[in-house]
């Protein structure tokens, strides 16, 4: 997979256009990193903010409808290249839920558009106490079309009451992590074997113990 994390939802369109030219070369590349096929570019959709901090329009129908056009016109660029297009969902984006998840897919038709799945990214201090249902959801919604894993925790945040702070898989400094891996590895395993799994918020040192982590399940 190639990271190319860019704002699709940027609201000034002089800017925008450099970053979807940005995305476009890497889909162009991407059969160089992965001769045999299966090439993945991902991405999140951003905010209408240009730095990617929430806006309170983000969940609305207007940036849901300003951002198909974006995510269509990548996607036949993906087609063309023989790659493919990998979107992750963020709950203060554009693309913020496993409902809108699964309405993009549905409005784009195409096996070209795959998802990253990444479950702390569709938490927050609202709805974190309901991951289960998330993670369920996402899993009957749009199970099919996950390609990539992106594996970290969370903690409450103690300096953000209300929020949450990302962490590493299983940190043992911040309790272990809340999210519950013995709900998302079982599931992978039973349907998506052999899947990757990318670890965020590790490093070199700790990346082993992150996978045993993992390993646990």
């Known amino acids: 997979m190639l990271?190319?994390?860019?704002n699709l939802s940027h609201p000034d369109p002089a800017a925008k256009a450099p970053l979807l030219a940005y995305f476009k070369e890497h889909l162009r590349c991407a059969r160089d990193f992965a001769p045999a096929g299966g090439a993945i570019v991902a991405?999140?959709?951003?905010?209408?903010n240009p730095d990617w901090s929430p806006h309170p329009d983000n969940h609305s129908e207007?940036?849901?409808?300003?951002?198909?056009?974006?995510?269509a016109n990548l996607v036949e660029e993906a087609q063309r290249h023989g790659a493919t297009f990998g979107i992750e969902g963020v709950t203060s984006h554009v693309l913020h839920s496993p409902q809108k998840i699964r309405r993009l897919l549905s409005d784009i038709k195409s096996s070209n558009?795959?998802?990253?799945?990444?479950?702390?990214?569709?938490?927050?201090?609202?709805?974190?106490?309901?991951?289960d249902r998330i993670m369920q959801e996402s899993f009957d919604l749009f199970g099919d079309r996950i390609a990539i894993i992106h594996a970290?925790?969370?903690?409450?945040?103690?300096?953000a009451p209300g929020t949450l702070k990302q962490t590493r898989t299983?940190?043992?400094a911040n309790g272990g992590g809340q999210l519950h891996y013995n709900r998302l590895i079982p599931w992978l395993k039973q349907h998506k074997p052999g899947i990757a799994i990318l670890l965020e918020e590790a490093s070199e040192s700790t990346a082993q113990e992150c996978i045993n982590y993992i390993n646990r399940f």
């Open 3 to 6: 990271g190319c994390y860019i």
């Open 43 to 48: 991405t999140e959709t951003g905010s209408l």
């Open 62 to 71: 207007a940036a849901y409808q300003a951002l198909l056009p974006v995510v």
């Open 113 to 131: 558009l795959q998802v990253v799945f990444d479950p702390v990214n569709l938490l927050d201090g609202s709805n974190y106490q309901d991951q």
């Open 152 to 159: 970290k925790d969370f903690t409450l945040n103690p300096d």
């Open 170 to 172: 299983g940190d043992p």
